[in-house]
């Protein structure tokens, strides 16, 4: 089992940029995939990036490539998204997410946090 908890969200004009991180307790965290999914309202939980348990591969939704970089401490057990240049259009709930094998689907990972809200003004 492993809890996770977003935190970084918040409000930011377009063209600015925010740091989620997500912080994970629980089972050997190094073990897992884990990856960012957004929902915006009204709208199915997206893919956004995911990584592998060492940090050595990535995969980025094309909207967000050369915009966002997902990355991760093993020894914090945390992961986390940077996302810069933002847009009106990334304004979602972003969550968190962890698996052992993983894909591009939400429904390939078993473990999720509660989400953060980021809001971007035009």
């Known amino acids: 089992q492993v809890q996770l908890g977003e935190s970084g969200g918040g409000l930011v004009q377009a063209g600015g940029s925010l740091r989620l991180s997500c912080a994970a307790s629980?089972?050997?965290?190094?073990?897992?995939?884990m990856g960012w999914f957004r929902q915006a309202p009204g709208k199915g939980r997206d893919f956004v990036a995911r990584?592998?348990?060492?940090?050595?591969?990535?995969n980025y939704a094309d909207s967000v490539k050369g915009r966002f970089t997902i990355s991760r401490d093993n020894a914090k057990n945390t992961v986390y998204l940077q996302m810069n240049s933002l847009k009106p259009e990334d304004t979602a709930v972003y969550y968190c997410?962890?698996?052992?094998?993983?894909?591009?689907?939400?429904?390939?990972?078993?473990?999720w946090g509660q989400g953060t809200q980021v809001t971007v003004s035009s």
């Open positions: 997410a962890g698996g052992l094998t993983v894909g591009l689907t939400a429904s390939t990972y078993d473990y």
């Open positions: 629980g089972s050997t965290f190094s073990n897992y995939f």
């Open positions: 990584i592998s348990w060492s940090g050595g591969r990535t």
